[in-house]
């Protein structure tokens, strides 16, 4: 199924290749970047793009316009709507997109170069900042986070293969829920997720916390002896959930490795993070399948 999937983005992407010089301005769709304007953002983009040579770029990429969304939903309906002709996502979620719903279709691939996730803190939190850093050491170490990425991104299902069904009672069950345990008498951290980037940071067909990041935050929760309590903020609100004292964490910002944080566009001024917890070297442009 993997390898399928591969060679179709593949082939899409010497599909779009040959479309370079169409005319008409592309109108490029983002998930809200946190210290950047859309102008500005598709500027650093575009010239990563021509020379860094990070992309494989289809259509007439020079005269693009980015347009940032609050949440993948409200993405997903505008490109749906046509008010988008591409979206722009990591290749973790615009694969999953992909086997779950074959509206979507690969037109391009960006070689976006070492890609990282981190968790954000405020400064004035940077005891906190230090023992997560820590627990994330241990978990590279010991291969714990390999584990749970095989488990909830390579090996994770289509969303109509999510729930399973017990052999000798026929009810259903969710073998990727998150349980996170409970501790008498500890500190509790309010994490803030958004479900906008699945399967990393994904809430599953019940509501709940599923996937990559719950079962990352899970393990930190019980190696901390801390007690998680969950909040849920769509991605252009992961800062202010911060500020304004609502989460003590948020699960996700987006790094590019070879930059320093103060330029990095997703890591606003006030906001430290920690070492990142997943990698990753490319983002793919999904158009609707025609």
Known sequence: ?????????????????????????????????????????????????????????????????????????????????????????????????????????????SNSGRMGLCFGFMKDNAALADMWNSALTAMKNDWTLTALEQKYLKDFPDAGKYYEYDAKTGRKKDPYAIRFERFTGAPTVRVAITGDIPPVDFIGPDGFPAGYNAAVLSELGRRLKMNIEV????????????????????????VHKTLPNSNQPDIPDGVIISSPYLEWDKFIHLCIAE
């Not at 749906?80 to 391009?108: K, V």
């Not at 909040?231 to 252009?236: P, S």
């Not at 004292?245 to 699960?251: I, K, Q």
């Open 231 to 254: 909040v849920a903020v769509n991605a252009g609100s992961r800062t202010a959930a911060l500020v304004s004292g609502r989460a003590d964490v948020v699960f996700w910002y987006e």
């Open 1 to 109: 199924m993997k390898r399928a999937l591969f060679l179709w983005v593949l082939v899409s992407v010497f599909a779009c290749t040959s479309a370079l010089g169409n005319e008409g301005d592309l109108r490029l769709g983002f998930l809200a970047r946190l210290r950047t304007n859309e102008d500005e953002f598709y500027r650093i983009i575009k010239e990563s793009w021509q020379t860094q040579g990070w992309s494989v770029l289809g259509g007439n990429h020079d005269t693009a316009s980015a347009y940032f969304y609050e949440s993948l939903n409200v993405m997903i309906m505008a490109l749906r709507a046509g008010q988008l002709d591409e979206i722009i996502l990591p290749d973790f979620t615009a694969e999953y997109l992909m086997r779950t719903d074959r509206t979507y279709r690969a037109c391009c691939v």
